[in-house]
């Protein structure tokens, strides 16, 4: 029998395996992708740059930019299977599940489906990156009872997705919140559902299975889903007078805010104040500082009282609420980010791979005598 001596609640703090995809730098507090700070990739490049990077490993030339693009562009139409699936779920249906619904059929009609290579498996990330927004919106369109947008080709991502959201182009100012809001979302390292993924394809199972696994695990509330917690929340509290006796009330009866804390950052997520200034920007733009107005009184509540720092999902969460977007498709719009740091880490893990079984204590009861099921 093998000794335990470790155990820790949540895995808090527990090396839980290898990866060269992304760490933060503790002592800068700063979230490092491939090596490079993305306080430079948000100021610099697009998400389809960071993209590349994490499926890649180097940033792209010229050419293997527009190729990347190419490829992105060229797939972004669904086939009549998923759009049969988006028009035939039950109205309600929260976007988070039908994306995982849909996504898993993808797996179906992928041309490299049961090549799980590593070449293929990049093949396979891109297709995802290229569709999933194109669901989310179309989606969100036929459950409006509205005409789904067609994608247009000469948007990069983020304007493509608001595009085929609104049915009009974005301004620049929006396509670029949208921009640094993928970034900032695309990979986080052993997170829930990067592991959930990773465990997935560490049985030799294949990506589309870690994919939906990730979706799956990316939803709740205690992670992806706090943006759209974190705005309903918000709406709550709906002003910035409000904010401080909402945030001392929520604290008194152990609720948890929305939006705060995290596992790796105890003195702040190195991503708020680039998605703050990005919303700060938003309020210029369209004269409503309301939203980051009351995020900032509820955040110096939380760090006056309790020292708990608001996370990404925060800034991004009244963001996007400042661009009209709807709150449902928050947690989705990660999801069209997040697919290269998961795909990424299903090739890492792939590439290396052995299976991902822990082990747990045992608190049931020793043992119990057999009784005879009319004894009982
Ligand atoms: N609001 C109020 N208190 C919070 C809090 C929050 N958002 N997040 C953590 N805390 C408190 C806990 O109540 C706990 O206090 P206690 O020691 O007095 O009991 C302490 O901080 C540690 O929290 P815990 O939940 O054990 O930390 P964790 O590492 O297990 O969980 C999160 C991390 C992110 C799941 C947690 O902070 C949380 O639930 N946040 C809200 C959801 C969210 O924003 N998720 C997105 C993460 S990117």
């Known amino acids: 029998m093998v000794e335990y001596p470790e155990y820790s609640p949540g895995l808090e703090g527990i090396i839980a395996g290898e990866s060269a995809i992304s760490r933060i730098d503790s002592e800068r507090n700063r979230l490092l992708s491939r090596g490079y700070d993305l306080v430079d990739l948000t100021e610099n490049v697009s998400f389809e740059e960071v993209a590349y990077l994490l499926l890649h490993t180097d940033l792209p030339s010229d050419s293997q930019l527009s190729d990347f693009g190419a490829q992105l562009r060229q797939q972004r139409d669904l086939t009549e299977e998923v759009l049969a699936i988006l028009r035939s779920v039950p109205p309600f249906t929260h976007p988070m599940t039908l994306l995982r619904t849909a996504v898993s059929s993808l797996g179906h009609s ?17 297709r995802l990156l290229a569709k999933v927004p194109t669901i989310l919106t179309t989606a969100h369109r036929l459950a409006l009872g509205q005409t789904p947008v067609e994608p247009r080709a000469d948007l990069d991502q983020a304007a493509n997705l608001l595009y085929m959201l609104r049915g009009e182009e974005a301004q620049a100012y929006e396509a670029e919140a949208m921009n640094v809001s993928l970034i900032l979302y695309a990979e986080h390292g052993f997170n829930a559902s990067a ?5 997935t394809v560490s049985t030799l199972s294949n990506l589309y299975a870690a994919i939906t696994s990730g979706i799956g695990a990316l939803a709740g509330p205690l992670h992806g889903g706090a943006n759209e917690a974190a705005m309903e929340m918000l709406l709550k509290v709906g002003s910035v007078e409000n904010a401080r006796p909402f945030a001392l009330a929520a604290m008194a009866s152990k609720a948890k805010i929305m939006g705060f804390g995290h596992r790796e950052y105890k003195s702040g997520d190195s991503r708020v104040p680039i998605m703050k200034r990005v919303a700060r920007q938003i309020a210029e733009a369209t004269g409503n500082s309301l939203w980051p107005d009351v995020g900032d009184a509820i955040e110096e509540t939380m760090i006056a009282e309790k020292g708990i ?11 996007y609420y400042m661009m009209d ?28 791979n052995r299976i991902i079984r822990p082990i747990h204590h045992y608190t049931g009861e020793a043992h119990r005598p057999y009784v005879p099921l009319k004894e009982r």
């Open 195 to 199: 592991f959930a993924a990773r465990v």
């Open 325 to 352: 977007i709807p709150i449902p498709l928050y947690t989705p719009i990660f999801v069209s980010s997040r697919i290269s740091g998961w795909s990424a880490h299903v090739v890492e893990q792939l590439d290396n």
């Open 309 to 319: 720092h608001p996370n990404v999902d925060f800034p991004c969460a009244y963001a």
């Open 110 to 126: 992928d041309p490299d489906a049961g090549d799980d290579s590593h070449d293929a498996n990049v093949r396979k990330a891109i």
